[in-house]
């Protein structure tokens, strides 16, 4: 057998020695990457690409699956010497802050789940939200955003983006109108999350899509509620797509860690705020993810199931006012849900009758779900947004995005949905017989 190092994809070789300079030039032709050893998985099922997609034998001793390349540094050889020089060094094992083979393993299962050319892993989503962020705009730049965004994605727009001499719009992000009314001579690019938290809006994609096209303005979206096997953004047109990949992707509530997918050239941007911020994911929980990652589809049907059956449970019960579940007719956007979701996740929202003191009566009595912020685990976690995820809004803030009292937000795991109907008739029941003593 060889000795002589895996050197990856080298595709991307630049026509000029203009170092760095290659980042810039989206006119460029650029391969798909970059990959270890690529995977055509195009006509296969999500269950295929989840399993195989990255993944690669030892190459010395055939051990099964990717090995982890817990390494801060490669040996460096000709071709690395050149690409530092030249500045393609993307392509290359030069050091893990770069790029790393358990990076790549876990990025290609990424790519190729959401169908995109390049992948790009981090060691949070909030790390890979503000470098695809700020690779994207400009000192000066606006950007349009929703107004109920994650609270760490909120921050950055609200506090860091004043700082970095650039501004941002929130706007509800069911008023496509007031959304297309806040683009300004300097917006460069529209934010929004594809379901969000805790009402579980379904976004109009495609409206969006239709505004930034007419207006040349880039596209990202945050699909950490809605993973590939439930919804596959770039399809729709978006331009980028950024997880959390600490949720359901990686599935088992034990790393943090983020992900950007898209077209080559736009993660190609991306890739050197990567090395200039840091934030990249160490090869340990890249192995992790990777092993998460390959039953992705599995899970989601799992959850799917679970949360089903217990939304409709909830629905009839008379301690529970509402119940947000988007493939459940009642739910608002359930038209939208079907037309832009393949399937559902594990998110429901709830309200029960008696307000926050009720809610969280009922968290003492509940057995199974784990009270914990964070979603998509193999666990059922529970929380409540008054006093978890958006404590420090007003309760008129809270009111204006839909959180009233009494919210429950929970994140169905993949337990048996009989047992998980037990505990939650069992704990509601003891809040209404406790209502009715008092
Ligand atoms: C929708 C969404 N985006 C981004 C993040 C941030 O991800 P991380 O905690 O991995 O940095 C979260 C975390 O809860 C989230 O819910």
Redesign the pocket.
Known sequence: MSNKPLYGDATSKPSTRNVGGWIKDLDRSRRAGPYLAAHPMDNMGMSTKAVHAGTHDDPRTGAVGTPIYQTSTFILHEETYGSIEEGFGRDRFIYTRYGNPSQWAVQEKLATLEGAESALVFS??????SAAVLALVDKGAHVVAASD?????YNLFNQEFPSLGMSATLVDSYDIDAIEAAIQPNTQLLYF?TIT?PVLKVVDIPALVDIARRHNLRLVV?S??APPPVMKPLELGVDLV??????YLNGHSDL???VVCGPRKLVDMIWPRLLNYGGQLDPHAAFLLERGLKTLDIRMRAHEQSAMALATFLETHPSVDNVLYPMLPSHPDHIRAKELMKMGTGNVTFFVKGGDQAALRLLDHLHLPKQA???GGIESLISLPFNSSQATMTARQRADIGIHPGCVRLSVGIEDANDLIADFDHALNAITDMKGAA
Not at 124 to 129: E, K, L, N, T
Not at 149 to 153: N, Q
């Open positions: 949070s989503g909030m790390a890979a939200i965004l994650y609270g760490g994605t999350e938290n945050d950490t509620f950024v997880h959390s990949a600490s949720k943090i860690a983020g912020t964070s979603l």
